[in-house]
């Protein structure tokens, strides 16, 4: 009966045993599965940021995209107002030339134009001198 009871004290400290290590192992998938739960969730949260970012990237680029169709037209109409600059400046350039010129032809038409005046006048006391 003493190995009755001994096999039976065995077989029910083996069972206890067996028992302790099921519920370390229903404890690790437990904790596991909790993990894993909280993984999941993180990677649901970073999903969600993700898009979030891709989203505002999205955006951002058609602002950059807009904005640099902005810039090139402002920079074509940049050189267009740079062509219209720089064809007035060769037409003051031009102009400015003319006028010198027309300055120096009127000083020599008023400089003849006072030399033939005193000859008239010479002329005239001439004729004042003979009249007399």
Request: proline letters at 0%; one cysteine or more.
């Amino acid at each position: 009966m003493d190995a009755i009871r001994k096999k039976m004290k065995s077989l029910k400290d083996e069972t206890d045993q067996l028992y302790a290590i099921i519920n370390r192992f229903e404890e690790q998938t437990k904790e596991s599965n909790r993990v894993a739960d909280q993984a999941d969730c993180d990677i649901r949260d970073y999903g969600k940021k993700v898009h979030g970012f891709e989203i505002e990237f999205d955006e951002t680029n058609d602002k950059l995209n807009k904005a640099l169709e902005s810039l090139e037209e402002k920079e074509k109409n940049l050189k267009e107002v740079e062509a219209d600059i720089a064809a007035l400046s060769r037409r003051i350039m031009l102009m400015e030339e003319e006028a010198k010129k027309s300055e120096q032809t009127l000083a020599n038409t008023v400089t003849k134009l006072a030399i033939t005046s005193k000859e008239a006048d010479d002329v005239l006391k001439k004729v004042k001198v003979v009249e007399s």
